[in-house]
Antibody, heavy 120, light 108 residues
Framework: EVQLLESGGGLVQPGGSLRLSCAAS????????MTWVRQAPGKGLEWVST????????YYADSVKGRFTISRDNSKNTLDLQMNSLRAEDTAVYYC?????????????WGRGTLVTVSS | EIVLTQSPATLSLSPGERATLSCGAS???????LAWYQQKPGLAPRLLIY???SRATGIPDRFSGSGSGTDFTLTISSLEPEDFAVYYC?????????FGGGTKVEIK
């Protein structure tokens, strides 16, 4: 079955760190760019970061640049997001999403999301 | 950054009616690189339309997309009960990728 499954969310204090993971199955993971998109409670969608299939390029939203790091392990079919210096405004459900090709910029498969809450 | 503005914020319609959702861009979206997603409460978004007018795999033909430049439309020709949800547009013609604020289609 083609699917994405996120994990690693939870409650963290402001200034803290958290690492999210996304396990992919049912497709050739290394062939596709992968992206993290987040959704604050009751709000719309926000692009966070993208990594190309071979990790040759990474891209970040200005709101997370310098604090978040995206990475992938194609041998394990996993996508990660290391989040440091977390702020209250980073509170959101984080989705991993698959690009339909190497990097088109839209998403044909989404995970169910993992909730990150930044609060003291 | 291209800002996408969706209207109306809420659309109240009955099953069987036609829904017309708009997505306006602050500047032209290159090559019609615009997608539409459907999201139901507690679930992940689902791709409906890409390249402004191409239906994604498995999407019923009652969903159609149109437009170019700065004005795009998602039309649902006859609402089914399962179509009541929030719809987002997204542009991927320029960086950063951006999403609209969403239109909620609710049962009247």
């Amino acid at each position: 079955e083609v699917q994405l499954l996120e994990s690693g969310g939870g409650l963290v204090q402001p200034g803290g760190s958290l690492r999210l993971s996304c396990a992919a199955s049912g497709f050739t993971f290394s062939s596709y760019a992968m992206t993290w998109v987040r959704q604050a409670p009751g709000k719309g969608l926000e692009w966070v970061s993208t990594i190309r299939g071979g990790s040759e390029n990474t891209y970040y939203a200005d709101s997370v640049k310098g604090r978040f790091t995206i990475s992938r392990d194609n041998s394990k079919n996993t996508l990660d997001l290391q989040m440091n210096s977390l702020r209250a405004e980073d509170t959101a459900v984080y989705y991993c999403a698959k690009d339909p090709q190497h990097w088109l910029g839209y998403f044909d498969l989404w995970g169910r999301g993992t909730l990150v809450t930044v609060s003291s | 950054e291209i800002v996408l503005t969706q209207s109306p914020a809420t659309l109240s319609l009955s099953p069987g009616e036609r829904a017309t959702l708009s997505c306006g861009a602050s500047r032209s979206v290159s090559s019609r690189y615009l997608a539409w997603y459907q999201q139901k409460p507690g679930l992940a978004p689902r791709l409906l339309i890409y390249d402004a007018s191409s239906r994604a795999t498995g999407i019923p033909d009652r969903f159609s997309g149109s437009g170019s430049g700065t004005d795009f439309t998602l039309t649902i020709s006859s609402l089914e009960p399962e179509d009541f949800a929030v719809y987002y547009c997204q542009q991927y013609g320029s960086s950063p990728l951006t999403f609209g604020g969403g239109t909620k289609v609710e049962i009247k």
